[in-house]
């Protein structure tokens, strides 16, 4: 009788962890086979750019429209709250691994080898939706090209040219803001409010430039902007739910800018240059006046740095021109973030942030890495002498 209830008893431990660890059992092989083809067409691709024109233009533009429109029905990032999600998960799962290693002694190497291949699986599963919503994207021909722009060299001359015209329309935009009560930058607008009068910027100027058109979902805020400021990023196009994701915690002068430039993303066009121009251009041509000095001060910023280190005289003089209030949001900007840097744990944070992305542009075949931001000076530059 006491061999029975022992035996009843073990049967119902064994069980109760069966159902709370579940059965060891074998992974599927097919993410292998996915991951394989993903990683072949993404060679091909990059070996052969044209295909991966036809694919930005033809499969992924219509198939993203469709996706990023029912993901951006959701006024929160789903992005962000997955993270959260699989971040509890992880935990979980890491802790009935080593439980499952105590209770199955006998087993381990199979327990092993079956959380290894889950974890093969994840990583294989994870890397094809990169490649399909995002790294084919990179070797797609350049935006210039839809827009029939001249690649060229331009002078230090034709640089402070630029950055004069750029003060003045910064400048001049500044004034259809309003302001609070210090004369710094105010925008009442939330931030879906935001995304959804960037849509409309991104349909007008689809009238000119064709390649920008579409119906995509809207931007999103991310809930925990000011922890996100640590790593010093201020959006992020994440292909997983194909989502335009944007920091707004920062000084609001930048939202509308940084949403445009995650837009075009989601649009495809991955070179951070490109989103850069692309923002520039969607921003400008805004009936927003809000959207115009974003786009304006995004772009000024850029190519007074680059006029900097080609002639500091001429920096000097184009800076002397910056009215008032585009100085005091240009502080208000420097002061916040100026109290992460004195941050120990967020300075280190933002470093090895900038070092992953840096890396990650590289592997993407940014050979200028997190430099390429900067390298929409020169589509500026040629799109300048074009239209003036």
């Not at 996915?34 to 060679?43: C, K, Y």
């Not at 709250?81 to 009935?96: A, E, G, P």
């Not at 349909?203 to 058109?213: C, K, M, S």
Request: aromatic residues 14%; glycine residues 6%; hydrophobic residues 40%.
């Amino acid at each position: 009788m006491k061999t029975n209830i022992k035996k009843s008893m073990k049967n119902n431990k064994k069980k109760f962890y069966e159902r709370w660890l579940g059965k060891i059992k074998r992974y599927p092989k097919w993410p292998f086979v996915l991951g394989g083809i993903s990683l072949a067409v993404l060679i091909l691709t990059k070996c052969i750019p044209i295909l991966a024109s036809l694919y930005s233009d033809y499969i992924y533009h219509n198939i993203v429209q469709i996706l990023s429109t029912f993901t951006g029905f959701f006024p929160f990032s789903i992005a962000e709250w997955l993270l959260y999600f699989f971040v509890i998960l992880f935990i979980i799962f890491f802790i009935r691994f080593w439980v499952l290693l105590i209770i199955k002694r006998g087993e381990r190497k199979r327990v092993l080898k079956n959380y290894l291949h889950g974890i093969g699986c994840i990583v294989c599963l994870l890397f094809s939706i990169f490649v399909w919503f995002c790294g084919i994207n990179y070797s797609r021909k350049d935006f210039a090209d839809y827009i029939g722009l001249e690649k060229k060299a331009a002078s230090t001359t034709q640089l402070k040219e630029l950055c004069e015209y750029l003060m003045e329309q910064t400048n001049n935009a500044r004034q259809s803001c309003g302001e609070d009560e210090n004369g710094v930058f105010s925008y009442q607008a939330s931030t879906r409010e935001m995304a959804k009068k960037a849509n409309k910027a991104y349909e007008n100027i689809a009238v000119e430039y064709e390649a920008l058109g579409g119906h995509f979902g809207l931007a999103k805020g991310i809930f925990a902007s000011d922890k996100m400021s640590y790593t010093k990023i201020v959006g992020i196009f994440v292909p997983y739910t194909l989502e335009a994701n944007v920091n707004q915690d920062v000084p609001k002068f930048n939202t509308p800018a940084d949403i445009c430039h995650e837009l075009a993303h989601l649009r495809g066009f991955m070179k951070e240059e490109e989103a850069n121009f692309i923002a520039y251009l969607v921003c400008v041509q805004s009936e927003e006046p809000e959207f115009v000095y974003s786009g304006n001060l995004l772009a000024l910023i850029y190519a007074v740095n680059a006029l900097g280190k080609e002639d500091s005289a001429a920096y000097e003089e184009v800076m002397g021109k910056l009215s008032q209030q585009v100085k005091a949001d240009m502080e208000q900007e420097e002061q916040y973030w100026l109290q992460y840097e004195k941050d120990r744990a967020a300075t280190t944070v933002a470093k090895v942030t900038d070092q992953v992305n840096d890396t990650y542009l590289k592997v993407n075949g940014i050979s200028s890495g997190v430099k390429n931001y900067g390298e929409m000076v020169d589509l500026l530059l040629n799109w300048y002498e074009k239209n003036n």
